[in-house]
């Protein structure tokens, strides 16, 4: 690491105006720093030309003086890191960290307590990132911020790639749409969910994926959100002015701090190649280090579960229909009539057992083996679940003993239903007992609306309880992928045991009446900006009626396009959704499932632009072997890929799976062509992918012995 | 126990009003249930007078038909009960349960989808108790009571001894008027507290204490308030009808349910003698029977404490000025500067623990020992203690084994500063902590408004909060005493680890402007009903200036009364709140504290007016001993005792501790008076208690030895 601090003291009192300013390390972007009026300002330019106008920073406190208006003077200190560090899992072997930092003290006038504020910039070569910090003194212990008032003013009417903002889903479809388009497209852009409470005509989740007229790529989203309430931006759309709206609590407060302390980190993305935002790794970066000792109980997986046959009506969570409302450990589920629809049955979780054994699948996720499913929607039920009772048909110990001895680990589900409260007051006890039967990953769920009533899933209280579940299950040496929990923020960075979250539409929404085909081309701009998704991909049987004949949704994606996911969407944690039977009807595709990696040495994004296509190719970790996927938006695209990325000299096998010509996300979804040849550095491929489609490639280092009768590229 | 069943089954259909009645035991009482134009009512009389007039049964659902009209045919079964219980700890060794009963099964019209609702009513001889019931049934699984209508229609404008309704506190001086006076008074009735909500300009407690114009007393409250809202009764003061109010839960609303399920009971204690209320113990029989198995760790204490030092503000619970805000784990209190004022510290604890082995006393309470009392209030703190890390200058391990030594146990503190999930987080360790160190039993605190925000002490979520730390408690082999907790509702004969609540006005409002005199003349007719206070009685210094100089509060009351307050305020747990030194200074009076029995064989109510005067006499369990207790009003008065409760032809060392002639509550408070005389069963007393006053008596059985050169009474 070389650092570089230098120390600047400007007092500057009595000036209207008055400035400082800040490059990128490769001076591409320029940051200013201002106070105007005794108000806070920032600007950003890339290149020679704004990507953000001036725009005002400050917090509004609750029955205190605002931290707004009435700063007079300011010191700033400049300062230089670059390193680089090891991430536990990830996109890349090592990530370097390279940025120059602002730090602007400021400092409020009488009338304001003579406060101080200090407002921190990381300037790195792909964006910024900045925070307000509260330092320890007289005039602020304990405070409450009513509204946080960071402005992203844009420079244009912009091209977003949006979905509502929303206080407790973040389950929508996004919308491509001008900024002065949004209060026009919002109420068919609000499609029902479980639980959700949209707040404004005009109100966007971050991340937020922007382009401009002229090709800025402009990406805003926030970075190390801890113990503070979740930001959604707003839109000034007379002035195309964004500002943050943070999730209230209960009573509307916004977020409750004490000094010192700092906020999360707000983060622009900024670029002309809309590749260099799926490169850019200041979410991470602007995350504190890894904070767990031991890591080595740490890794990614691949796994199958019994889950899509309910999401799809096929079989069902529940055991009995017995009981209009279940109490536990009262209601005696031994006596009760089963439904015939369960899923989570011994006998079906040991066929999907044996299908991850014999396919090399690190686990099994189980969904709807314990008691409580009958009632657990929708009831505003405190004690829902208890985390530890198996219904009478699910054999616990017996399927635990079955998976050791076939090498295979179970996945433990924790559905919440939102009961927040109830889930803390279980936590210990559903930890130990997943240690105590052998299960080291759990996928928790918040399904429906928060309880105690009045909370939201993304206010401060809620975030705070994620938080509190992943550390506790690092305490357990426990993994943890959250679903329908707050969309991440780099975090995995510090508590590298949360492998993935939902946190966005999945594909579980392609049984619930599908997604848009050009939806996985977005999700890597957006959702992923904060970390790694739980996607679920794998489906190869697109018509649901086919397994549900109630259901008559259709999965909006080729095979070719399903198999890309895996290199697409990053995740160290990563389903084959569909169900055994459908695999073994394709098993030449899902070879690449079987094959591909889910750590890696590097990646490269070839190609991409948000919501038509993107290409990415990863070096899996520890080895020669090159992964590549494309997927596809509405339209056909041919790919042009050039292999350089291969080591000199070597010659590999690149298995290419591909849509069929006449493939298409609904009309001919499952026509998929498989080739097998030889590429090396020089090579270069000029690939077709139908609409919502796309194609995967395994590139695996040959020999004589394997290359033998292979064609060239 | 004799049990008769009766099974009475009425199908009346297309009757305009058509009613059942049941009456008590020994006839007094007579319920009468009926249906009027489909809405249930019931009746009350006494002695062939009415006491409730007829009064609406029943509740408000969300987003359902109510439960309050369509009603068009009931069944009704009839039941009797007499059997007697041994409590773990109580006012009499063995209790009464003896009632009949009538159960109406109520069915709804086709526009209430023809659902079932059971009213169950209890009839004592000493009054009723009537709950409703939903049983499983096919359209009613969950659902939400926005309100539960029930009313108690007054006879006439009664005197009652009311408190302000209120979700957040009960800690109010009590107010003597006629119903109709209640909304003119009720501005100056809300004095300011920490936390508080009112609700209604008419809303007031339970329970609520009555007399009627022609000399009845009649007691509203409930029994067995488990996962329910805390009930409050507004009155309708045109019409002179109480009804039912509950606290809501964040969103407003009061109960979330599912069936089968109850609510808790709605209970009226009648009689024409005042004494009848005190010995009634409708209250305790309408709970569910003790589900503890092992109750050997279950005693009464009594205990001094550091603690009187902080309420008068002559020391602090905290440990240094340094910090304005505190971070738990970060904030560094081992190079704090101590303010010099922190009453937790090893040497005082010691002298505390000194006092209490010499004269007697089972146990010390510590408050203020653990780190974070320098913001603990008003801050909205999440994470504001951790229960388990004492102040620098609080030698934990060395006050454990210095209390072992001397045979004395400490009694834990946790105050939780309504931070309510972060106690539930920490609960198992802060138990778990207490057992490793020898604590078996804790006073918990509820002090200031509930986190998360929006809640209220009294709503369903924090009922449902108390019960889980008590049960948990249960668990570890703990006992509990909480204040700011939920008024008790009879629930320590289910857990009688519950071994006291504070929930009222208790002696701390001495030492913050004074409570009225008789104060403590009306509580064991209100709050008592419910289940013993924590009133931490035994001040003898009343001016409290001379314990901190910035203090002018007073305490109201002489030493005698004083005294006094160990007989009538039952509770198996003791505090001897004033300061050692205090003591010292009067150690005849002190006498009596220490020989005072906690748990009694029975208890006599010799003389009781609520608001004016209470004399009551209990004989000690296992023992020959008597104490007899009298606490008086504002005004001077004679009391008249017959000691005819003696054991025959026995001989008894009476020693009486008497306001002395000119004793005063405000001008002459430490003036007592002491003497020692014989008495049996034919002796008659008459002594002068002055106001604020009373008398305390302790009656020893008496040998030869003993009563030599006593004279008799």
Redesign the interface.
Known sequence: MKKLLTLLLLLCINFWTYGQKITSPNGQLELNFSLNDGKPEYALDFKGKAVILPSKLGLKLKDKPDFIDGFVTYNSEDDQVDETWEPIWGEEKSIRNHYKELLVTLHQDATHQHRTLNIRFRVFDDGIGFRYEFP???N???F?ISEEKTQFAMTGDHTAFWIPGDYDTQEYDYMESKLSEIRGLMPQAITANVSQTSFSPTGVQTSLMLKTDDGIYINLHEAALIDYATMHLNLDDENMIFESWLTP???G?KV?L???SVTPWRTIIVSDDARDILASRITLNLNEPNKIEDTSWIRPMKYIGVWWEMITGKSKWSYTDDF??V?LGVTDFSKAKPNGKHGATTENVKKHIDFAAEHGFDGVLVEGWNIGWE?WFG????YVFDFVTPYPDFDLEGVRDYAKEKGVEMIMHHETSSSV?NY??HL?IAYQFMKDNGYNAVKSGYVGTIL????NHYSQ?QV?HYQ?ALEKAAEYQIMVNAHEAVRPTGISRTYPNLIANESARGTEYQAFGGSKPNHVTVLPFTRLIGGPMDYTPGIFEMDISKLNPDNNSWVNSTIANQLALYVTMYSPLQMAADLPEHYEKFMDAFQFIKDVALDWEKSLYLEAEPGYYLTIARKAKGTNNWFVGNVNGNKSRTSSINFDFLDEGKSYIATIYADAKDAHYRNNAQAYEIRKVIVNKKSKLSQLSAPGGGFAISIIEGNKESLKGLKKL
Chains 1, 2 share one sequence.
């Open positions: 320890s003194q007289e602020l212990a304990h409450i609590n209960a009573n407060d409750y004490q000094s010192p209009p409302a109490q009632d009831n505003a039920k405190d409260r803390e007051r210990d105690p009533f009045g909370d209280w705070n509190y």
